[in-house]
Every structure is written in C-alpha cells, then in structure tokens.
C-alpha cells in the first residue's frame, strides 16, 4: 500500500499561481503512476494530469493545458502540480492518487484505476 499525504492547497485571487505537492511512503517502488485530481460537492472526481513514474510520459486534462505542469522528484518522493492562471473554475479539492497495480487500468484520467488516495487539498480561486 501507498499512504499520500498532499499540501499547498490554498485560497487566493485569480491569475494567481500555486504548487501542490504529494508525500509518497510506502509501498513506493511499484507504483505505476501517479496524477492529481480535483473534485467539487456533488460532482465526479475528475482527471487533472498524471504521469508514468517509469518513463515520465505525462496527461492533462484539455483544462490544465498550458496553464499546469506535473512533476515528480523520485529522490523526494514527492509528486508536485505546478498551477498558473488559475480561475474561479479551477476551485475545487484537489486529491493526489497513486496505483500500484494495473488491473483496473483505464488510462490517466480514469479515477478508478488507481488504488491509493490522499486526503485533499483545497484550492479556492476568487474573482
């Protein structure tokens, strides 16, 4: 198993940057991937990006494009979510997720393909 703890969420103004980051322990040798995801009340959880820890090929969602970039530092442990340009849209909790196995594997964006979870870290965006 993968314990995620994430960090940096915040609230602030629009046009504004913010750095997410994820501490990964554990069972961290097998993970496959790891992405972000963001999800409001009464909403599905959805795809922000992800990469392959093994090749660093990475996934955005078309709304993160060009305004967010995901990295990892693999000596850290750490999974990070560079966030520019951010909008009132982009308010939501954002969580940190991890697989370990690829059973239930449907593509980055797929939530129900990874089996290791954060807590969420909310992001406030106002106008």
């Known amino acids: 198993q993968v314990r995620l703890v994430e960090s940096g969420g915040g609230s602030l103004q629009a046009g504004g940057s913010l750095r997410l980051s994820c501490g990964a322990s554990?069972?961290?040798?097998?993970?496959?991937?790891m992405g972000w995801f963001r999800q409001g009340l009464g909403k599905q959880r959805e795809g922000v990006a992800a990469?392959?820890?093994?090749?660093?090929?990475?996934w955005y969602a078309d709304s993160a494009k060009d305004r967010f970039t995901i990295s990892q530092d693999n000596a850290k442990k750490t999974l990070y979510l560079q966030m520019t340009s951010l909008n009132p849209e982009d308010t939501d909790m954002y969580y940190c997720?991890?697989?370990?196995?690829?059973?239930?594997?449907?593509?980055?964006?797929?939530?129900?393909?990874?089996?290791?979870w954060g807590q969420g870290t909310q992001v406030t965006v106002s106008s």
């Open positions: 554990g069972d961290t040798t097998n993970i496959w991937y």
């Open positions: 997720a991890a697989t370990t196995s690829l059973f239930n594997w449907r593509g980055p964006h797929n939530a129900g393909g990874y089996n290791s």
């Open positions: 990469v392959d820890t093994r090749t660093g090929a990475t």
